[in-house]
């Protein structure tokens, strides 16, 4: 069975920085482009940061220059640095790999990032 699990999370001041693992089914790393989304209680997950196979990355633009993704694949582990973090960040922060048409297939549980003033 295939699994993605998010590490790293916690509560952080506004400016502080945290980074995020994700471990899991060692093939996805390897194989897969992969994802970080976020989440607030009661809206739509958002795409964070991608990177493909080939590691091309992308970013949204509300974490652009702030945010970090990058992956080993040796580990097998997907990271996100977050840097400069604010309030507006705080969410449950999922890891997700292997695109598919309608979406990612798998996703972590997700890592809960609470940022105060």
């Known amino acids: 069975q295939v699994q993605l699990v998010e590490s790293g999370g916690g509560s952080v001041q506004a400016g502080g920085s945290l980074k995020l693992s994700c471990t899991g089914s060692?093939?996805?790393?390897?194989?897969?482009?992969m994802a970080w989304y976020r989440q607030v209680l009661g809206e739509e997950r958002m795409l964070i940061s991608t990177?493909?196979?080939?590691?091309?990355?992308t970013y949204a633009e509300s974490v652009k220059d702030r945010f970090i993704i990058s992956r080993d694949r040796d580990k097998k582990v997907l990271y996100l640095q977050m840097n400069s973090l604010k309030t507006e960040d705080t969410a449950v922060y999922l890891c997700?790999?292997?695109?598919?048409?309608?979406?990612?297939?798998?996703w972590g549980q997700g890592t809960q990032v609470d940022v105060s003033q």
């Open positions: 990177i493909s196979f080939r590691g091309i990355i």
């Open positions: 997700a790999g292997c695109i598919n048409p309608n979406g990612y297939t798998y």
């Open positions: 060692g093939w996805i790393f390897d194989s897969c482009a």
